[in-house]
């Protein structure tokens, strides 16, 4: 019996059935027309019969223009203004067919005991009764019908308006997701304790809470586009301490055809609770730099390269030349941009020689050197390749640059660089030093010269190999999501807030600069961990396991922005801050990192290891083989 019921309420009512409904309807609303006018207007005493013709009329030119105007095709559970206008134009239709036949009659002297008044009278009760008829039907549907067909989950918006009401609406029309809205949430004062269709508005300050408290499965949707970032972590806070599921929808721009699919509503991601608030560009600054330039940018199939080729495209250069080494990850953003004015290269910046042929042919006048080594065990296992790559690497780089008088390079560095304790940030380091004394260098010979700038930050989200990407494969596996250390802390922002700092810095770089950038506040690795089990709908412990694991080689437990000897200075975007970094002579910077060249072809790891701590003091390895070489 359950199993049939549900069966009826999933099933849209035949058309016909509502064709009959309608004129079923009609002959109704036509007998009230008849009795308010034999009261109000007193018409002469005709027997009932009588109105048997006239309403056979009706019912004929109704039916005509209901077919006419597909009034009746309408799913009646998802009655909407559209199906409110096609009552209308049919009822409006038969009535001026109505009227006129009338007029015809009376001229021929045929009587149909119809007369304009009880015409008139019969369109207006149809109108109401037909749309009546349809909004009851919706009303009593929604309010019963997902009981039915086993509703489940209470469903709270967050915005009231527009986009929450359409997915309010898209929710109620698939019975299917077994979800029934029961409020919604608004930031507007003006709206709270009203309703709309039915649903009540509450404030977010005062009844959220007691709204989640009396929730047993409950989910909340955001569906507003402009919301700050931490008025967003705030509301997903809360409901993670009420264990409560929070969906997001697309900003309105991105519906495709402008039209909502519920299939868009998404569960919100770690990155939503780590955001922060838009950061503002002088654009008008970087395009009138970068537009119409070719820009050279190595590393450029990597997370950060390959955003900072998206986001050079939005200030039309003249061509972008995208150099790697990695072949397939090159084929992929060559299918992505495709069409974009960009020139794709693979090769690897150690080879000097082929970079060279690569600086003669393009003539860049920007540089932004992403390519490097990055995975701090890995590298600590490797010196040789992440003294390769990182410091030669970007000395054969930054070096061709100057030769052929490039406008600016712009050098993406790392926190990883401060204080290192690896090989991978000390890597970094020595390439930083090279970089700035080579500025200069120039800055001494000529006031003409290619500007060299240094960028500094954190770890990005989601860039490969990160944290949150092995923590949602972890958790896709069932767990457990391995820690290495319960105290470990890292600074984060965005690939895209990144790559955006980078260009800014870029362009406001006069020359020989390391840029930080604010990192915000440190985040406590486990605590990330907790939130993206809790986020994707498990419990810790109960669900999905969190192991500690121990610090990797070289690894420390929190990140540093600056060493002892470097202090900060503001810059117009109070994002981006200006270190001061001793100054290196430029020969004898040369001279050890050449002592260096010559060493590596070795192989021998301590020998590499101990002239780069030679050439940066302060790198103290941690939790390595090579912190013998410290005593």
Known sequence: MI??????????????????????????????????????????DIPVYEYVRPLSVVLVVRLIAFRITRSYTGIVRYTSTQDAVRIFLAIALSTAILLTGELIFEFSSVSTYLNPALIIIDALIAIFALAGFR?????????????????????????????GIIVKRSVERNVKLGKKVVAFLDDNKLLHGKTVEGIKIYSPEVD????????????????????????????????????????????????????????????????????????????????????????????????????????????????????????????????????????????DVRNIARMEKIFQHFNPSYVFHAAAYKHVPLMEDNPYEAINTNVFGTQNVANLAAKYQVKKFVFVSTDKAVNPTNIMGASKRIAEIYVQSLNAKLNL?????????????????????????????????????????????????????????????GVMGKGGEIYIFDMG??????????KMINLSGFEVDKDIKITFTGLRPGEKLKEELLNDNENTIGTHNPKIMVTRVPEYDYLEVNNLITKLYEQKESLQNDILVRTMKKIVPEYISNNSIYEKLDH
């Open 445 to 505: 010979e000529s006031t003409h010269h290619t500007k060299f700038v240094t960028t500094r930050f954190g770890n990005v989200l989601g860039s490969n190999g990160s944290v949150i990407p092995l923590f949602r494969k972890q958790i896709a596996e069932g767990g457990p999501l391995t820690v290495t250390h319960p105290d470990i802390t890292r600074y984060f922002m965005t690939i895209p807030e990144a790559c955006q700092l980078v260009l800014e810095a």
């Open 3 to 44: 199993r049939s019921i549900k069966n009826v309420t999933r099933q849209n009512t035949p058309r016909w059935v509502v064709l009959i409904i309608d004129l079923t309807i009609s002959a109704v609303s036509f007998g009230f027309a008849c009795i308010l006018t034999d009261v109000f207007l007193k018409s002469i």
């Open 135 to 163: 909004i009851a039907f919706k009303l009593l549907y929604n309010e019963y019908a997902p009981f039915k067909s086993g509703y489940s989950q209470e469903l709270v918006i967050y915005g009231a308006g527009e986009a």
């Open 521 to 530: 506040e440190s985040v406590k690795i486990i605590d990330l961990a907790h």
């Open 208 to 347: 959220f809470n007691h709204i989640l408290k009396n929730m047993e499965n409950a989910e909340l949707v955001i569906a507003l586009d402009k919301l700050s970032a931490i008025r967003k972590k705030r509301i997903i806070e809360i409901c993670l301490q009420h264990k409560i599921s929070v969906k997001t929808i697309p900003p309105v721009n991105a519906w495709i055809n402008g039209e909502f699919n519920l299939q868009s509503i998404k569960a919100v991601k770690i990155e939503d609770l780590l955001e922060r608030e838009p950061i503002k560009l002088r654009k008008n600054k970087i395009s009138k730099e970068l537009k119409d330039q070719v820009i050279l940018i190595t590393g450029a199939a990597g997370s950060i390269g390959s955003e900072i080729v998206r986001q050079c495209l939005t200030f039309d250069p003249k061509l972008i030349v995208l150099v790697d080494q990695g072949e397939t990850p090159l084929y992929e953003i060559e299918n992505e941009l495709s069409g974009s004015n960009i020139e794709i290269v693979v090769a």
